[in-house]
């Protein structure tokens, strides 16, 4: 099954961190970094909201409805002479669906770690939110998937099997689950989204597969 980075590595991926990069006005090289720091994250939010019957059952609504996958088959048409409006707020619903309200204290995380300012983090996660959604649609299509235990199970294989896979997802859910204090979540968010630096022992080396190059 397809993780989720592999979307970042095959040539779809280099045509969609091209237009990120373009519509937020940054490199490709740290739209790329980033990238393979907020999908992990996004997709963790999703496989949690998912936990739940209702969760699952939205989500299985939204992936055989608007995101089927249609916007991955156009990314030229997508990027070119900029993102649409209506892209853009879809972006938007979607984040605040998933993440709720750590939407702000997840958007600082990755301004911290990728140096880029949250502002522009802010948009560059609007274009990326329907995308992901697109392919998880595709991927739901492919596998078959029909019902909400299926679709538990898609989300945890794209984030990546192993046996590190669980202790992987249970960081990105404290990270998401902090209480947006700012010192738990800066904490939790340091441990998930640093790859080095001062906490670095086992932490850095679990998730360096699933974060960083």
Do not use: C, W
């Amino acid at each position: 099954m397809s993780g989720i980075l592999d979307l970042l590595n095959g040539p779809m991926g280099k045509q969609l961190i091209s237009g990120v990069a373009q519509q937020a006005g940054q490199s490709e090289d740290k739209t790329s970094g980033l990238l393979s720091m907020a999908l992990p994250v996004l997709m963790g939010a999703m496989k949690r909201n998912a936990s739940t019957p209702e969760g699952a059952q939205g989500l299985m609504s939204a992936l055989s409805g608007k995101h089927d996958g249609g916007i991955l088959d156009n990314l030229g048409g997508l990027f070119g002479g900029g993102v649409d409006q209506s892209v853009m707020d879809d972006g938007a619903g979607i984040l605040g669906h998933v993440l709720g309200g750590k939407q702000a204290g997840v958007q600082n995380a990755l301004s911290q770690k990728s140096g880029i300012d949250a502002g522009t983090i802010a948009t560059i996660l609007k274009v990326a939110a329907p995308l992901v959604m697109g392919y998880l649609g595709k991927q739901t299509r492919q596998q078959n998937v029909s019902d909400s235990n299926g679709i538990g199970d898609l989300l945890g294989g794209m984030l990546g099997g192993g046996s590190n896979s669980t202790k992987q997802q249970s960081l990105i859910e404290s990270f998401l689950d902090s209480d947006g204090d700012g010192s738990i979540l800066d904490d939790v968010a340091g441990m998930v989204l640093n790859s080095g630096g001062q906490k670095k022992g086992g932490l850095g080396g679990l998730l360096g597969g699933l974060f960083g190059k």
